[in-house]
């Protein structure tokens, strides 16, 4: 059988894959461009793809003899997820593994906004530290505050876990609302909608996926309602929030600032929040750490065997479409 890994990743994946099956690796970025993967794809059996790489409904029909398409990331909006529930190929992600890397990146940017340490380290960088100062560079505080989480599932809660270590009140709203014994255990009080989450929060972290319903769900309308000096945090996707909206909400200091890993038009960055105050940008790294990034690679591969060699491992979690025969 053979299997296309469209390009190389750490981890011990692609080497688990090709002790069982005839493996091609692409170039890093090669399959990011939908005409060049549609060449190729009818003669593989399974796909092990980036987030970058467009699964879409094109890909798929062309795909004559393709079973499965494993994710190498927990988001999915790469993949058309209902034309392959139509046409029996199952499609899998990596949950789990990478929770807690991301729940840490979110708190990296909501730390490095909240005291201002791009800025800062920029200055001390420049020459321009010239001793201890009654002013330089005011924060705020976390400890107190309210961190209003927008999607609790895994990620979500484990950001919670943080702020509440920090001594943060949690504020949610979810697809769903939890049970009544998690709300406990994540100390975690339920908005009824998004409108009330964005204004009784000092901080608020996308932690949702993206789909139609919450594409721009941080439009102008939310961030109008959002506190002064309240805080965005998005390591979830990029067009969950209208970009230029919070670009010109951070240049006309409506907000305190913004922490954002992901981006409306990747790898774009909307030119102005290159020059937007308090905005600290990262490169889509949430997930990037050795161990995350290794067992990532593991679950994607995992799901792939299990799935070609007919044995569906219901310990891996994946979003299961069965082919059907
Ligand atoms: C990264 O963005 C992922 O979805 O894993
Ligand atoms: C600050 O460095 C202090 O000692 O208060």
Avoid at 135 to 149: D, M, N, Q, R, V
Avoid at 173 to 200: M, Q
Avoid at 248 to 262: F, S, W
């Amino acid at each position: 059988m053979r299997v296309l890994v469209t390009e190389p990743q750490p981890g011990k994946g692609i080497d688990l894959l090709k002790s069982r099956y005839d493996v091609t690796v692409g170039e890093r970025g090669e399959y990011d461009r939908e005409e060049r993967l549609k060449e190729v794809i009818g003669s593989y059996h399974a796909l092990l793809c980036c987030l970058s790489t467009p699964v879409t409904s094109d890909i798929l029909k062309a795909g004559n003899k393709l079973r499965i398409v494993s994710n190498y990331a927990v988001g999915y909006n790469n993949v058309d997820v209902e034309t392959a529930k139509e046409m029996g190929i199952l499609v899998a992600n990596t949950p789990d593994v990478l929770t807690e890397a991301t729940a840490d990146c979110a708190f990296a940017l909501l730390l490095s906004v909240a005291r201002r340490i791009r800025e800062a380290e920029d200055s001390l960088r420049a020459g321009e530290f010239d001793g201890w100062h009654p002013f330089g560079f005011l924060g705020t505080e976390l400890s107190g505050k309210t961190a209003g989480i927008y999607g609790m599932g895994r990620i979500g809660r484990a950001f919670a876990r943080r702020a509440h270590g920090f001594g943060m009140k949690i504020l949610y709203n979810n697809l769903k609302r939890l049970e009544p014994e998690d709300e406990t255990k994540y100390y975690a009080r339920w908005a009824d909608s998004l409108d009330e989450l964005v204004h009784e929060s000092d901080v608020v972290s996308l932690h949702c996926p993206l789909t139609p319903e919450t594409r721009h769900a941080i439009n102008k309308k939310r961030l109008a309602k959002m506190r002064q000096n309240a805080i965005l945090i998005n390591t979830a996707r990029g067009p969950i929030v209208d970009e230029a909206a919070l670009a010109q909400t951070l240049h006309e200091n409506r907000i305190g600032g913004a922490g954002l890993d992901v981006f409306e038009l990747e790898p774009k960055v909307h030119p102005d929040l290159l020059t937007a105050p308090n905005c600290v940008l990262l490169p889509h790294i949430a997930s990037a750490t050795r161990e995350t990034r290794a067992r990532m690679s593991a679950l994607a591969a995992s799901s792939i065997i299990s799935h070609l060699e007919g044995k569906p491992d219901h310990a891996i979690p994946t979003l299961v479409y069965q082919r059907k025969t």
